[in-house]
């Protein structure tokens, strides 16, 4: 263990880790905002009244959370420009296959906290002569989302980890970047560590948030 | 009569954070005696009970157990309480929960040999013939081999008095055994702690049953502000109670019948 | 119109057998290294020792918190500059998903472990049991049961984790795939039929998994996430 650490050599670039970490934050808000929307409305398909919704909402969910979601990149990247009559850039597969992996995840999210809300708040709701989509909107979701926080959080926390699979389809993401500056420099130890270190810095104090958030509902709830 | 006390308890305290609970409690248990602890909840005679077998640790104070007392002094420091030797003190001493507490992934006699096998080492042939007898004590030796989800609640605390008794402890804690219980099934607990006070085991027991108290105990205990307010024979502390605390506890309980 | 040809994916579906067998092979010697390193962790985390649970809360956050592929990176290219070994992708990806999975897995261990009632910690020490005989006779047998569904929908997830190694060519499914596309100039049907390679055996596994559940529940035993 006479390894003589030198982080010089990563400091050097840090202007091209930089740039690596601006574009897994962009990735990852592109993912994370249309991840959680598309989930959403997945997770309402799947728990609405009409049938025609709620198969193809199932059929949807259980593919994407039951294949690996560097497959689903793959596919978006070297299969999905050939049937498509556009360019796909390396960023729009990778978001592409983090986006619908995360929607299908976050709707089991949405759908669990829609159930967990006493059936009593839907009979208020049709006592007061709310339709399904007003009791929706205005009773069960508002208390749903906020017992669903700490899971959309921890989601948050997955998709942030997941951009870096964007890395093998050459997006230049941090790992990316980090991989580059490896193979010039011939530092991999550093540059690896750094990134690690970089990922737990940015992510553990949200972890620490939601396991606060998480024992403050144990209690309230 | 000239034998030394099983139990000396000295100047007991005990602190949860700002909550002093126990405020200094002396008490000699000798053999044979049965002792019912009455009080209002809040009290700390529950409290009390766990500090003897050391679920909880007392904060101040010195509990002697057959002569030794336990745990280690250390210079300004509060008593070290090792657990090897609180092991040892609890095989001596048994405990009966108020929610039971058997292993729900073991067999009735698989509960009761537990500690016999595990704890002391015995062979197994032994301990299942110990286990048979002490649930045949109870009442319960066909249940042997069920799992404790099939049981009453009345069975189920009556095998937890069996588990206690196998290790052939030299004391009884009885913590509100019958208190979660439905009404119709405290009377078959009862009768059998009952026999066990009649073959003149040592035994401390904290109840709301005052009739009950009246009828087992040799010694009554009332307790209020973690401290003992009145100590005597039944007769003296539940049909003449001097102190005020006492009568009113006892007027609030009047419904038991002697 | 794009014209779909499977005929070179079912001509080479050895190679996507091969593959299938990669990734299990590789699931399986993570989730055996996984499991006991798991539960050490757990265990270590939930001691009264602070030197023994503080080091273990580090190793189970630090390996929850950042990425798989940044630790196979680190493992497959740092380390044996580090120390003289000679790395494989399968010896990384090993160790990688071993040590990833074990801390995830320490978790389910955890929580099943408190999951517990107080009054069975009690009960073995009111028969005179020591902590350790306590978490092995009464606590860890009740506990593993209520943490079986946990420990196969993260065995699944394990499963689906693995389709990382591809990026250091170790030859599990994913890869495999990969050179077949390249070399049959049909990615689409290639990645395709791989995605329903992976759907099949994964969605097959989560039903396992529910079924479990369902039992669990008609037997009146909660479970823990």
Known sequence: MDYVWDFGSVWEYRAALWTGLINTVRIFAICFVTGLSLGLMMGLARYSVRRWLRWPAACFIEFFRNTPVLVQIFWFYFAFPILAPFEISALMAAALGITLNSAAFSAEIFRGGIQSIDPGQWEAGRAIGMRHREIMARIILPQAVRRMLPALTNRGIEIFKMTTLASAIAYADVLHQARLIASVNYNPIEAYTVVAIAFFVILYPIVRATYVLERRMAKGD | MSENPILTIRDLHKSFGDNHVLRGIDLDVKQGDCIAILGASGSGKSTFLRCLNFMETPSDGEITHAGKTIGTVRAGKPRHYPEAELTKVRQKVGMVFQQFNLFPHMTVLGNVIEGLRIVQGMDKASAQTRAHDELARVGLAEKANEYPSRLSGGQKQRVAIARALALAPDLMLFDEPTSALDPELVGEVLNVIRGIADEGRTMLLVTHEVGFAYHVANRVIFMADGVIQEEGPPEQVLKNPQNPRTQAFLARHKQFEF | ?225
């Open chain 3, 1 to 225: 119109m794009y014209e779909w040809d499977f005929t070179s994916v079912i001509e080479n579906s050895d190679l996507l057998w091969q593959g299938l067998l990669g990734t299990l092979a590789i699931t399986g010697t993570a989730l055996a290294f996984g499991l006991p390193l798991g539960l050490i962790l757990a265990l270590s985390r939930l001691s009264p020792r602070r030197w023994l649970a503080w080091p273990a809360g580090f190793v189970i956050e630090f390996f929850r918190t950042t990425p798989p592929l940044v630790q196979l990176f680190w493992f497959f290219f740092a380390l044996p500059i580090l120390i003289d070994i000679q790395m494989t992708p399968y010896l990384a990806a090993a160790i990688t998903f071993s040590i990833q999975s074990s801390a995830f897995f320490a978790e389910v261990f955890r929580a099943g472990i408190v999951s517990i009632e107080k009054g069975q910690w009690e009960a073995a020490r009111a028969i005179g049991m020591q902590r350790p005989q306590a978490m092995r006779r009464i606590i860890l047998p009740q506990a593993v049961k209520r943490m079986i569904p946990a420990f196969t929908e993260r065995a699944i997830e394990l499963m689906k984790t693995t389709t990382l190694v591809a990026t250091v060519s170790y030859a599990d499914l994913l890869y495999q795939a990969n050179e077949l596309a390249q070399k049959t100039y049909r990615p689409i049907e290639v990645f395709t039929a791989t995605a329903l390679i992976y759907f099949v055996v994964i969605f097959g596994l989560s039903l396992c998994v529910q079924a479990v559940e369902r039992r669990l529940a008609v037997s009146g035993d909660s479970t823990v996430r």
